[in-house]
């Protein structure tokens, strides 16, 4: 069983470009959610999404921007690139669990490798 | 807004000893989870243990273990045995509930454990 999978795994961009990094859940997995790391930090949560469409969204601009297709693999894509866009950009699959399912399965977020973002 | 404390940027212990590390939080919520996440220098970030607030019961996975302690909005791991492997970044993060189920994780700022032969 394959676990989260991120690509690329590493990027190097210029001010000012745009960038779309790639997701791919764990297998039963339904929700997938974005993080950035900046180095010596812990990550800070994006967005999440959930059926196509976004269900939670942290601090970010709008340059931050995100997709989910139909099979649960996800882009995450940053307009306008800033020197401080610079980061780790982990990805975390989940499956939204009812109450009632709670004892035989957990909704736990489970991390992908992660791209690191170099911008120049 | 809720917020995850860690006071220990950094640890050592030797091997096959005991090392406790702290996370305090703060949030208005009654029910919500907390873990411990281990990221190895290969950047793989790990579920270590997690634990359910309305829980009493502390979580343990094989040598890791909990304190958990509600009131004082206190989580700290403890790992026994310590092994070489065990070397790495440790995150204590929150999440409270939404839509019923877990959302977003909140971390802290991270503890770096060195474990020495």
């Known amino acids: 069983d394959a676990g989260v999978t991120q690509s690329p795994t590493h990027l190097i961009k210029t001010r000012g470009q745009q960038v779309t990094l790639r997701c791919s859940p764990k297998?039963?997995?339904?929700?997938v959610s974005w993080y950035q790391q900046a180095l010596g930090q812990g990550p800070q949560f994006i967005f999440q999404?959930?059926?196509?469409?976004?269900?939670q969204r942290g601090n970010f601009p709008d340059r931050f921007s995100g997709h989910q297709f139909p099979n649960y693999s996800s882009e995450l894509n940053v307009n306008a690139l800033l020197l401080g866009d610079s980061a780790l950009y982990l990805c975390?699959?989940?499956?939204?669990?009812?109450?009632?399912?709670?004892?035989?399965?957990?909704?736990?977020?489970?991390f992908g490798p992660g791209t690191r973002l170099t911008v120049l | 807004a809720q917020t995850v404390t860690q006071s220990q940027p950094e640890m050592s212990v030797q091997e096959a000893e005991t090392v406790t590390l702290s996370c305090t939080y703060d949030t208005s919520e009654s029910n919500y989870y907390l873990f411990w996440y281990k990221q190895p220098p290969s950047r793989q970030m790990i579920l270590v243990i997690r634990q359910e607030a309305y829980k009493q019961q502390n979580a343990t996975e094989n040598r890791f273990s909990v304190n958990f302690q509600k009131a004082a909005k206190s989580f700290s791991l403890k790992i026994s045995d310590s092994q070489l492997g065990d070397t790495a970044m440790y995150f204590c993060a929150f999440s409270q509930l939404y839509g019923g189920s877990q959302g977003n994780l909140i971390f802290g700022k991270g503890t770096k454990l060195s474990v020495k032969p």
């Open positions: 975390a699959s989940s499956a939204i669990v009812p109450l009632h399912e709670r004892a035989r399965r957990t909704d736990t977020q489970y």
């Open positions: 297998s039963g997995h339904d929700t």
């Open positions: 999404y959930y059926e196509e469409e976004e269900r």
